[in-house]
């Protein structure tokens, strides 16, 4: 028994170390979490360890979440809340990128939050679809913090939360049903593309993600449909990889792909 229980502990424990291994080969070379340009006033980045949530006011005391975190107890956000003299139930919406589990987990402490994403991010969202990104599956396939999509999306849906006015694009890839968001001049990517320490734009993480082709082909795709608007944007921002200023980098990755 005792031989056994050693074998398990050495089998996790090197696997354990593979991931951190594996993780350290695909994060090298990425711009730091939270960094880059900031967005300016009234979007105010929130670091919840890993994942960076972005604090958005919407006017008349209304505030919205693009992304709920990674820690469940919402820590960060909670003291981001408590600086603005804010509570729980300002929040008015959080805007979900996609259903990773460090993207969703503090959406239970904002009970009165409108909860936005995609209609095709929806199974993963209640968890009756798997993840097939290769690290999520070793770790088990299905969302552990199951939520409710009050509010899906359509791909290029127009909406307004308070005084913003949002847009929802579809960049399936990462998950099915990633979404980015252009709000306020920012195109909020979650997972979608990350940035380099070169500050060049590139497609998702392959360890995370269902299929790299595909969302490198949706960021092309994407590239296309924002052509119209270049001029409204003025940042792009990621998840785990910061921000970098304008649409250029997105132009760019589409013609060196093309
Ligand atoms: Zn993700």
């Given at each position: 028994m005792k031989q056994i229980l050693k074998i398990i502990g050495i089998c996790a424990a090197t696997l354990v170390v593979a991931v951190i291994v594996l993780g350290l080969v695909f994060f090298a070379g990425l711009q730091k979490a939270?960094?880059?340009p900031s967005l300016g006033a009234g979007l105010e980045p929130v670091q919840d360890g890993m994942s960076t949530v972005y604090l958005l006011d919407a006017g008349n005391g209304q505030l919205v979440l693009v992304d709920a975190g990674?820690?469940?107890?919402?820590t960060a956000i909670q003291a981001a809340l408590a600086n603005r003299h804010a509570?729980?139930?300002?929040?008015?919406?959080i805007l979900i990128t996609h259903a990773h589990p460090d993207h969703d987990?503090?959406?239970?402490?904002?009970?009165k939050a409108a909860i936005y994403a995609l209609k095709r991010e929806v199974p993963l969202a209640d968890g009756s679809e798997s993840f097939q990104g290769p690290v999520l599956r070793l770790f088990g396939?299905?969302?552990?913090?199951p939520f409710h999509v009050s509010r899906p999306l359509e791909d290029g849906e127009k909406f307004t939360i308070g005084n913003l006015d949002v847009t929802a694009f579809a960049v399936p890839?990462?998950?099915?049903?990633s979404a980015a968001y252009l709000v306020s001049g920012v195109l909020f990517m979650g997972d979608s593309a990350q940035i380099t320490s070169k500050q060049q734009l590139i497609g998702p993480n392959g360890l995370f993600s269902n299929d790299t082709s595909e969302g490198a082909a949706s960021l092309k795709h994407l590239d296309q449909e924002l052509q119209p608007r270049a001029a409204e944007i003025k940042f792009l921002s990621t998840a785990h990889t910061g921000n970098i200023a304008g649409l250029e980098p997105l132009n760019q990755f589409a013609s060196a792909t093309r």
């Open positions: 939270g960094s880059g990674n820690d469940v107890k919402g509570t729980a139930d300002n929040v008015a919406a987990a503090t959406i239970p402490l904002f009970p396939a299905h969302n552990t913090h890839g990462h998950t099915p049903g």
